[in-house]
C-alpha cells in the first residue's frame, strides 16, 4: 500500500463546477504540499499546509492531521484547471529534519470540459 | 526573484551511452537540492537530495549518480543509460526552512 494515496485517479467536470480531490496519508508528516502539473510537465506548487485550511483564488486545500486526510477544491472550476493534480507529504523525522523530502501520491487527472 | 534551470529539455540517447543533466538555481544561496523522476505511467519518486556543496544523499539505488560542485549547481549523471531510466527529470530547490518546494522545466529523456 503506498504511503500517499489520492482519489478519484480521473476526474472529468463541466464548467463551472466544484471540484474536490482527496489525499490520504498513513505515515506522520510535517507538511502536506499540493501540485499542479501541465501537459508539459511544468510542475507548480500551490500549497504547503500543516494544519487548517489555505485558499489562493478559487484553490481551497484543508488538511485533517488527525485523520491523516487532505482535500484540494477548486470552486467554479474552467477548462484552464485542467492538468494533473498530485498530493505529497513531507515525512516527520523524529529527532532530525527530513530536509524537505517529499513522498508522492499517484496524481489525479482533472479535465474540465467547456 | 529565485529561478531555476534546467537542460536540456529533451534528450533521446542510446542504451549504454553516458548522461549529465544539468540544474542551477538562482537568487537564493545554500538552498535543498532534489532531483525526481517521473516514469511514464507513474508517480514522482525522489532519487537524490542535497543540503550542501558536496553533500548528497540517495533514496533509492539506480543506475544514475548525483553531484553538487558548486552551491547552486546540481547534475545527475550516469555512465551508461538503461532503457528503465527514460522518464520525466525534475530539479527542485527549497530553502531548508520553510521547504516549499520549486520545481525547474523538467528534462524528458528516452532512452532508445
Known amino acids: 500500500k503506498n504511503e500517499v494515496e489520492q482519489s478519484p485517479q480521473n476526474l472529468t467536470a463541466q464548467e463551472g463546477e466544484f471540484i474536490t480531490i482527496n489525499c490520504s496519508y498513513s505515515?506522520?508528516?510535517?507538511?502536506l504540499h499540493w501540485l499542479q502539473q501541465h501537459p508539459g510537465g511544468g510542475i507548480v506548487s500551490l500549497f504547503m499546509?500543516?494544519?487548517g485550511k489555505k485558499k489562493h483564488g478559487r484553490l481551497i486545500a484543508t488538511i485533517n492531521i488527525q485523520e491523516k486526510h487532505s482535500s484540494l477544491h477548486i470552486t467554479a472550476s474552467h477548462p484552464r484547471d485542467s492538468a494533473v493534480y498530485i498530493c505529497a507529504v513531507q515525512l516527520a523525522n523524529a529527532g532530525g529534519t527530513s530536509y524537505g523530502k517529499l513522498t508522492f501520491g499517484q496524481g489525479t487527472i482533472l479535465t474540465v470540459h467547456p | 526573484s529565485q529561478t531555476i534551470h534546467q537542460w536540456p529539455a529533451t534528450l533521446v540517447q542510446p542504451v549504454g551511452s553516458p548522461l549529465s543533466l544539468e540544474c542551477t538555481v538562482e537568487g537564493t544561496s545554500n538552498p535543498n537540492l532534489y532531483w525526481y523522476r517521473q516514469a511514464a505511467g507513474r508517480g514522482l519518486q525522489l532519487l537524490f537530495y542535497s543540503v550542501g556543496i558536496g553533500q548528497i544523499s540517495s533514496e533509492v539505488p539506480q543506475n544514475l549518480s548525483a553531484s553538487r560542485p558548486q552551491d547552486r549547481q546540481f547534475i545527475l549523471s550516469s555512465k551508461k543509460l538503461l532503457l528503465s531510466d527514460s522518464g520525466f527529470y525534475l530539479c527542485?530547490?527549497?530553502?531548508?526552512?520553510?521547504?516549499?518546494?520549486?520545481f525547474g522545466p523538467g528534462t524528458r529523456l528516452t532512452v532508445t
Open positions: 527542485a530547490w527549497s530553502d531548508g526552512i520553510l521547504n516549499e518546494q520549486y
Open positions: 505515515v506522520g508528516i510535517s507538511a
Open positions: 499546509l500543516s494544519s
